[in-house]
């Protein structure tokens, strides 16, 4: 995964990824095994009420991705699994800890911006994205950030905080923000900036409303922009997990769990093949074409199963003509093996 990523850095397409000047890239976890009776020595447990105990692997997926693109590009995914002389199962925190340096290492001087959910708006995480130069977009949920969102209505009560809201085709969205804000008690010393944005549609009464931290400074001209980055953040679970799980890749219906690391192995594959896919979703005619074609990905595997059983295939450029052309020109011969 880390050449194709060098390949498309230089090949400039990670250019068109580019938001609020930056690399956005998204987290979140997946489980991709459990089982009541299979485990290994790398599966993390848990025990149930009724005394079952459960074997479980997870794996932290990061992907690149643009609000303006339908297409995201997933790096190589942390698994969360046992790890070596671990007494304590692994978590999602503790694997994006082990996955930032790597993100770093394999773009060493790119401005990237993190945005994850509130599990990731803590103290020490923050302060591991600052070391390693990342900005930041975190859902900061008001359960865990007391303070913090006291602070934010003090100020906003006392009109500290620039707001504004607007109406288009019966949607209403509003912005307030404030910069500079005490992340909390414990933690003073880490000054993060606040956005509230709450959507109201013509037929609901109750808005929806999102609060994000950031290092990014707000300003009327740079809110809705890093809203809809924070936003962004649902096409780690939209485009990448549902098209992993219910597109033809069976994210969850393993294809076995081995004796110790198949399972990861399954995982990482499946996000190359993924990765591979988006690629040339972003980047190849021929596949656009053939997916053009065909109302879902999972009919367009189902037809590229179709012509791998019964032609010799050359190569991609015939098979994918004849997806979309059919099989005209004999440019498949038959295997009638
Ligand atoms: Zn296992």
Redesign the pocket.
């Known amino acids: 995964m880390t050449h194709l990523h060098r390949s498309l850095e230089r090949n400039g397409v990670l250019r068109e990824f580019k938001y609020l000047g930056a690399l956005v890239i998204l987290l979140d976890a997946t489980g991709e ?1 459990s089982s009541n009776c ?6 993390c447990t848990r025990t149930h009420s009724d005394g079952t105990v459960e ?3 997870q794996m932290l997926a990061a992907v690149i991705a643009c609000p303006n693109k339908k297409t995201v590009l997933p790096l190589a995914p942390e698994p969360i ?1 046992k790890q070596k002389d671990a007494s304590k199962n692994d978590c999602e925190i503790n694997a994006a800890k082990r996955l930032m340096p790597k993100i770093r290492k394999l773009f060493p001087k790119r401005k990237i911006i993190i945005a994850a959910d509130g599990i990731y708006s803590k103290g020490p995480f923050i302060k591991l994205l600052k070391e390693l130069n990342f900005d930041y977009i975190l859902v900061a949920k008001e359960s865990d950030h007391v303070n913090l969102v006291n602070e934010y209505i003090e100020r906003r009560v006392a009109s500290k905080a620039e707001e504004y809201e607007e109406t288009k085709d019966g949607l209403t969205q509003g912005f307030c923000w404030t910069n500079n804000l005490s992340l909390n008690a414990s933690h003073s010393d880490i000054k993060v900036n606040l956005l509230n944005f709450w959507e109201i549609k013509q037929d609901e009464e109750k808005p929806h409303s999102w609060i994000w931290i950031t290092n990014l400074k707000l300003t009327r001209r740079s809110v809705c922009r890093v809203m809809r980055a924070g936003r962004c953040r649902w096409k780690v679970e939209n485009e990448t997990f549902n098209t992993l799980k219910n597109q033809g890749y069976n994210l969850e219906h393993n294809y076995g ?1 081995g004796k ?1 690391h198949l ?1 990861t192995v399954f995982g990482y594959l499946m996000l190359l093949m993924f990765l591979i896919d988006q690629i040339q979703e972003a980047c190849c005619p021929l596949f656009q074409a053939a997916r053009n074609r065909l109302h879902s990905r999972t009919s367009l595997w189902e037809k590229l199963r179709g012509f791998f059983t019964n032609y010799f295939i050359e190569s991609w450029e015939d098979i994918w003509l004849s997806v979309i052309y059919g099989n005209q020109r004999g440019a498949l011969a038959p295997n009638t093996s």
Not at 38 to 43: E, F, H, K, L, N
Request: proline letters at 7%; a negative charge; one cysteine or more.
């Open positions: 095994y299979i485990g290994c020595p790398d599966c074997y479980y692997h699994i769990h110790q399972a």
